[in-house]
Nanobody, 114 residues
Framework: QVQFVESGGGLVQIGGSLRLSCVAS???????VVWHRQTPGKEREGIAS????????FYHPSVKGRFVISRDNDKNTVYLEMTSLQPEDTAAYYC????????WGQGTQVTVSS
C-alpha cells in the first residue's frame, strides 16, 4: 500500500511563498494525485490535482493563479508551489490519490501570519 509523506510547511508572512513536497512510498505514475487542506472544525478539501500522463492540472478557485502543482514520477513526488500566501491559506496540507485509497499522512502545517 502506497503511503504519502508531506513536508515543506512552516510559518510565513502574508505574501510569502512555500514549496510543499509529497513523497510516495511507491509508484504514482499512473494515478491522479490531489493536494488537500484542512483547518480545525472543517472538512478536508481538495485544492489542486494533477493527472498522470499529460499532465493536466485543476485548481480550486481559492488558489488558482497562486498555487502550482507539479509531479516528478521518477521520484514518486508531487509538489505544491504556493505564492502570495494569505491568512486563509493557513491549514494542514495533505496529499492522496484522487480515489483516496492511500492512508492519510501526517500532513504539513502552513501558517500565514501578518
Amino acid at each position: 500500500q502506497v503511503q504519502f509523506v508531506e513536508s515543506g510547511g512552516g510559518l510565513v508572512q502574508i505574501g510569502g511563498s512555500l514549496r510543499l513536497s509529497c513523497v510516495a512510498s511507491g509508484t504514482i505514475s499512473t494515478k491522479t494525485v490531489v493536494w488537500h487542506r484542512q483547518t480545525p472544525g472543517k472538512e478536508r478539501e481538495g485544492i489542486a490535482s494533477i493527472m498522470s500522463g499529460t499532465p493536466t492540472t485543476f485548481y480550486h478557485p481559492s488558489v488558482k493563479g497562486r498555487f502550482v502543482i507539479s509531479r516528478d514520477n521518477d521520484k514518486n513526488t508531487v509538489y505544491l508551489e504556493m505564492t502570495s500566501l494569505q491568512p486563509e491559506d493557513t491549514a494542514a496540507y495533505y496529499c492522496n490519490f484522487v480515489d483516496q485509497t492511500a492512508p492519510w499522512g501526517q500532513g504539513t502545517q502552513v501558517t500565514v501570519s501578518s
